[in-house]
């Protein structure tokens, strides 16, 4: 089983200022990776698929980059909606794998 | 826009069998883009692949996890179900039905999620 681990487990920043957040998967995944959104007491929301592409509705200031092992998420300018916990996907290996989370916090 | 919709008891007893239901509006469960998944997170803890199915019935479950559970898709009612057998404490979570973007996807779709308690 591949394991994802993003980093950090939370990150405080500034509404305006620009988040980055980091995943790293055990053994190369290609391009097979996907970032989520959770927002408390919601479900999931897709962000970002194929480590690059953005979801359908998903504003530009989502940004997704990497292959292999290593993986960035950016949120260029944070808006207060932003705020929320973000999960890394893995599904080029067999289970699919979900890292633990980073919570996005206002600094 | 496909929409899924959990549902079942919010609350179970230790040994009990849990049975919960995906309702798929807005789209065919018999698309060949999507496979049909479960799931499941621990209160404040992270995300867990439970399995998924075709609507031809295929289905794919996560070898880490013991095989108490079951999915199965009715496709003249547009919905499919996970039944998890044997439940105890450790299977309280929020469980969300999810379409899967092929076989080994991402999760494009999401339902709500229905807490399930296991308690006595």
């Known amino acids: 089983e591949i394991v994802m681990t993003q980093s950090p487990a939370t990150l405080s920043v500034s509404p305006g200022e620009r988040a980055t957040l980091s995943c790293r998967a055990s053994?190369?995944?290609?391009?097979?990776l996907a970032w989520y959104q959770q927002k408390p007491g919601q479900a999931p929301r897709l962000l970002i698929y194929?480590?690059?592409s953005r979801a359908t509705g998903i504003p530009a200031r989502f940004s997704g980059s990497g292959s292999g092992t290593e993986f960035t998420l950016t949120i260029s300018s944070l808006q207060s909606e932003d705020f929320a916990v973000y999960y890394c996907?893995?599904?080029?290996?067999?289970?699919?794998?979900f890292g633990q989370g980073t919570k996005l916090e206002i600094k | 826009q496909v929409q899924l919709q959990e549902s079942g008891p919010g609350l179970v007893k230790p040994s009990q069998t849990l049975s919960l239901t995906c309702t798929v509006s807005?789209?065919?469960?018999?698309?060949?883009?999507?496979?049909w998944s479960w799931i499941r997170q621990p209160p404040g803890r992270g995300l867990e692949w439970i399995g998924y199915?075709?609507?031809?019935?295929?289905?794919y479950y996560n070898p880490s996890l013991k095989s108490r559970f079951t999915i199965s898709v009715d496709t003249s009612k547009n919905q499919f179900s996970l039944r998890l057998s044997s439940v105890t404490a450790a299977d309280t979570a929020v469980f969300y039905c999810?379409?899967?973007?092929?076989?080994?996807?991402?999760?494009?779709?999401w339902g709500q999620g229905t807490l399930v308690t296991v308690s006595s």
């Open positions: 194929g480590a690059s």
């Open positions: 199915i075709h609507y031809s019935g295929g289905t």
């Open positions: 807005g789209g065919s469960i018999s698309s060949d883009d999507y496979y």
């Open positions: 053994q190369s995944i290609s391009s097979n």
């Open positions: 996907q893995q599904y080029n290996n067999w289970p699919e794998t």
């Open positions: 999810a379409s899967a973007v092929g076989l080994m996807g991402y999760f494009r779709h």
